[in-house]
T-cell receptor
Framework: NAGVTQTPKFRVLKTGQSMTLLCAQDMNHEYMYWYRQDPGMGLRLIHY???????AKGEVPDGYNVSRLKKQNFLLGLESAAPSQTSVYFC???????????FGSGTRLTVV | KQEVTQIPAALSVPEGENLVLNCSFT??????LQWFRQDPGKGLTSLLLIQSSQREQTSGRLNASLDKSSGRSTLYIAASQPGDSATYLCAVSNQAGTALIFGKGTTLSVSS
């Protein structure tokens, strides 16, 4: 089925460990986004990309890095995980003209 | 800075009741507004997208309206059902293809 696929769905990390979250879309969307969702805070934008090879910071970028080497993939990296990064991470994509956004099913990350 | 507010934060209604969820935004210069549904532990499902030039959109029992000048949108749910129980999120984009800015959502519970 066409859409946005996030890998992994669940992960537990120890403080200081690193990991990469993968987002893949097969809809040929130009724009891709990474959000985090925390209780009482809603969804907040971490980083986004307006095309292959481009990335930009969102509202809460500290502690994260991203890469968009291929149009269909958007990677979110945590170099040194902290308990404050415990959250549910959502990837989304959209067409250039913003006709709707498609979200992945999320990655639940716990940092202990 | 665009801010999105949703009232009420939670709502409980008996089955069959018609209800209205409210969304307000501080900057009326939006590109579009989107309503999502999120079930517990799941991702976001797009319900309705309203372009800035439109006044309303309808899908089945759902009707969303947009009043840009007053910075408000409403999501009307007719003849509510227990299956409508979920969190409803409102989000706006300020430019084509830019990231969505989310409200914190309204959690709806429909009792049978």
């Amino acid at each position: 089925n066409a859409g946005v696929t996030q890998t992994p769905k669940f992960r537990v990390l120890k403080t200081g460990q690193s990991m990469t979250l993968l987002c893949a879309q097969d809809m040929n969307h130009e724009y891709m986004y990474w959000y985090r969702q925390d209780p009482g805070m809603g969804l907040r934008l971490i980083h986004y990309s307006v095309g292959e090879g481009t990335t930009a910071k969102g509202e809460v970028p500290d502690g994260y890095n991203v890469s968009r080497l291929k149009k269909q993939n958007f990677l979110l990296g945590l170099e040194s995980a902290a308990p404050s990064q415990t959250s549910v991470y959502f990837c989304a994509s959209s067409l250039r003209d913003a006709y709707g956004y498609t979200f992945g099913s999320g990655t639940r990350l716990t940092v202990v | 800075k665009q801010e999105v507010t949703q009232i009420p934060a939670a709502l409980s209604v008996p089955e069959g009741e018609n209800l209205v969820l409210n969304c307000s935004f501080t900057d009326s210069a939006i590109y579009n507004l989107q309503w999502f549904r999120q079930d517990p532990g799941k991702g976001l499902t797009s319900l309705l997208l309203i372009q800035s030039s439109q006044r309303e959109q309808t899908s089945g029992r759902l009707n969303a309206s947009l009043d840009k000048s007053s910075g408000r949108s409403t999501l009307y749910i007719a003849a509510s059902q227990p299956g409508d129980s979920a969190t409803y999120l409102c989000a706006v984009s300020n430019q084509a293809g830019t990231a969505l800015i989310f409200g914190k959502g309204t959690t709806l519970s429909v009792s049978s």
